[in-house]
């Protein structure tokens, strides 16, 4: 038999997740009282990396169900949303949203409903990228430098770099300079 699972999220102490339980009681789905799962987390964090939320993925078997009043209790964004309802699926877990009429979005409704949500947040990935990359673009055209700081002076650089080519072992001048075995190998990789 289907055990049936709720987990209801509110993002702040003040607030409390009671209107998402009795919602969930008031569209006839009975909940065990230790089946509730409740968090009081920001809805930026990723679900799965929510303690609740993992540790109640972590409860739910194959041919549960569980129930949510609103997607965005799910995730922080529709990838979040689609990635955590795909891993509920491929677990065998149906997953009710109440805000979509109470559909499993495994269902064929369901499904055509995740590949809307899949479509939004392609978009979103896609805008990501290109904010991400016109935002690199400007600040190299404003003569930022990008990527991490050189934990070594130019002149310990050149240093490093004529040592390296003498056949000093990376071990020794990490030592002598006092960073990482990888700091030596970038410094010698510059120009």
Same mark, same amino acid.
């Given at each position: 038999m289907s055990r049936v699972f709720a987990y209801c999220r509110v993002s702040t102490a003040e607030?409390?997740?009671?209107n998402q339980v009795r919602e969930i009681a008031s569209a006839g789905f009975l909940v065990e009282t230790s089946r509730v799962i409740?968090?009081?987390?920001? !809805?930026?964090?990723?679900?799965?990396?929510r303690k609740?939320?993992?540790r109640l993925v972590d409860r739910l078997e194959s041919g549960d169900v569980l129930i949510v009043t609103k997607l965005d209790r799910l995730g922080r964004n529709a990838m979040d949303v689609r990635a955590t309802v795909e891993k509920l699926?491929?677990?065998g877990v149906r997953v009710h949203c109440l805000a979509l009429g109470g559909v499993d979005l495994t269902s064929a409704a369901g499904k055509m409903t995740m590949g809307i949500i !899949?479509?939004?947040a392609e978009f979103e990935r896609d805008l990501l990228i290109e904010r991400t990359q016109a935002g690199l673009l400007r600040a190299k055209a404003q003569g930022k430098v990008l990527g991490r700081p050189s934990s070594l002076s130019p002149e310990q650089l050149a240093t490093v770099r004529a040592r390296r080519a003498e056949g000093v072992s990376l071990g020794m001048l990490a030592k002598q300079y006092g960073v990482s075995r990888a700091a030596i190998?970038?410094?010698a990789k510059r120009d």
């Open positions: 607030q409390t997740t009671d409740s968090e009081t987390i920001s !809805g930026s964090i990723a679900a799965m990396e609740g939320f993992a699926t491929r677990e !899949g479509a939004v190998q970038r410094a």
